[in-house]
């Protein structure tokens, strides 16, 4: 409806009222806008710190799987040595290597802020450390392998060395079973005894005589076989002289002596001759054998000992 009054709102009122409206939007879009802004960084620094917060966590988690990898490496050398003198003994000679690998592992895991690639490098560490132990035991094994050997190869020498000294006995004993029997076997023998007394007259004429009385001497000779065994070279022969009472003749001019024998014992001999013999063949010997007392009526005997066995023995008799 129109009026013919004129209108209270004029031109210049009306443009006063847009501006201020325009300002208001203005302000409700720069206030809108402004919180937008605010909610939107503060959740992308939510998210930064969750990001932040997985990563520590994930660290975390690396970190222990590393020390636990570290500490169960520790305890399977430490229960290799207690079960191992000699792995220990070559654990020992390298503890260098060790301790600078743990001393790495250490500096690297203990940092305030272990990084990732630290506790990559503590792993490889760790690696290291188990592959180390496993040269340990590959290592002992061998050894283990060769003192086994050693040990079977003692066995082995220390039987026979046993059978050889078996066999040596055995061949020592008949060694001298040998001997002795060649020994023995080399012994001379003595024969075809001749025993007689002789008078010496005073012209120096000597003649044979049966009379005790008239004896100044026996004249005693024998034969020494021939022997292929016994070996050429001086004999050494000892003379037993016994009287008709059964009394080895003894004199100091004779050089008298005690003689040890294989069969009769201890035997007191009257003299002792040396005689070049010649292997193989007979050696014939002749010796006058004087006593300082009158010979007395009755049988004297004359026995040889060579080689501490009595090779043979002759008679005498005396009136």
Same mark, same amino acid.
């Given at each position: 409806m129109s009026t013919n009054y004129p209108s209270s709102v004029g031109p210049s009122d009306n443009k006063s009222y847009n501006n201020k409206n325009n300002a208001v939007i203005i302000l409700v879009i720069i206030l809108v806008?402004?919180?937008?802004?605010?909610?939107?960084?503060?959740?992308?620094?939510?998210?930064?710190?969750?990001?932040?917060?997985?990563d520590i966590a994930t660290l975390d988690s690396t970190k222990n799987a590393v020390q636990k990898e570290y500490d169960d490496a520790m305890v399977r050398l430490e229960q290799m040595t207690a079960t191992n003198t000699s792995l220990d003994s070559l654990v020992k000679s390298r503890d260098e290597e060790i301790n600078q690998l743990k001393s790495k592992f250490k500096g690297l895991v203990n940092k305030q802020?272990?990084?990732?690639?630290?506790?990559?490098?503590?792993? $490889? *560490?760790?690696? !290291?450390?188990?592959?180390?132990?496993?040269d340990y035991i590959k290592e002992i094994a061998r050894l283990q392998k060769e003192n086994k050997q050693l040990t079977t190869d003692k066995e082995n020498l220390t039987t026979e060395n046993k059978n050889l000294s078996t066999t040596l006995a055995t061949t020592e004993t008949a060694k001298k079973e040998a001997e002795n029997k060649v020994d023995v076997g080399s012994t001379l023998n003595a024969s075809a005894?001749?025993?007689?007394?002789i008078n010496e007259k005073s012209s120096g004429k000597e003649k044979s005589t049966s009379s005790s009385k008239r004896a100044d001497k026996l004249r005693i000779s024998f034969n020494l076989d021939a022997n292929r065994i016994s070996t050429s070279g001086t004999k050494q022969l000892y003379i037993v002289a016994k009287d008709p009472n059964g009394n080895t003749i003894k004199e100091q001019a004779l050089a008298s002596g005690s003689l040890s024998t294989r069969e009769d014992g201890q035997v007191?001999?009257?003299? $002792? *001759?040396?005689? !070049?013999?010649?292997?193989?063949?007979?050696?014939?010997?002749?010796?006058?054998?004087?006593?300082?007392e009158k010979y007395?009526?009755?049988?004297?005997?004359?026995?040889?000992?060579?080689?501490?066995?009595?090779?043979?023995?002759?008679?005498a008799n005396l009136k």
């Open positions: 806008a402004s919180w937008a802004y605010f909610f939107y960084a503060r959740n992308e620094a939510n998210n930064v710190i969750a990001m932040k917060d997985a802020n272990a990084t990732a690639s630290d506790l990559a490098t503590a792993k $490889k *560490l760790v690696g !290291d450390l188990n592959g180390k132990i496993d005894f001749n025993i007689v007394a007191q001999y009257t003299t $002792k *001759l040396d005689v !070049d013999y010649k292997q193989g063949e007979t050696k014939y010997v002749s010796f006058d054998l004087r006593q300082t007395a009526k009755g049988s004297y005997s004359i026995m040889v000992y060579q080689n501490g066995f009595n090779i043979g023995q002759g008679t």
